[in-house]
């Protein structure tokens, strides 16, 4: 079973900037694409970005170009940037593992942090 511990999350207020970071076991790290979604209250999760091991990278249009995603394999760290944030963006972020960035939605899973943009 996958570790992947979420941190970062918390209260931000519109136009602001956030930084979520996801730890893994290195064992996960070094063989698995990485990514984000999240799910707001009422609504189906969605995916927001994902990195592969060599670092190729993709995103959902909803975040192209305020959010950006990277990967310390060293440390066995992934972040999410997060600026220019919105009440839309108000959701529960979780981080994800799996063999490839297509199939992100069907590995492992963190537990979630909470982002809430809000004046």
């Known amino acids: 079973q996958a570790q992947l511990v979420e941190s970062g999350g918390g209260l931000v207020q519109p136009g602001g900037s956030l930084t979520l970071s996801c730890a893994a076991s290195?064992?996960?790290?070094?063989?698995?694409?990485m990514g984000w979604y999240r799910q707001a209250p009422g609504k189906q999760r969605e995916f927001l970005a994902g990195?592969?091991?060599?670092?190729?990278?993709d995103y959902a249009d909803s975040v192209k170009g305020r959010f950006t995603i990277s990967r310390d394999n060293a440390k066995n760290t992934m972040t999410l940037q997060m600026n220019s944030l919105k009440p839309v963006d108000t959701a529960v972020y979780y981080c994800?593992?799996?063999?490839?960035?297509?199939?992100?939605?069907?590995?492992?899973w963190g537990q979630g942090t909470q982002v809430t943009v809000s004046d």
């Open positions: 290195e064992r996960i790290f070094s063989d698995y694409a």
């Open positions: 994800t593992a799996a063999r490839a960035i297509a199939t992100l939605g069907q590995g492992y």
């Open positions: 990195i592969a091991v060599g670092g190729r990278t």
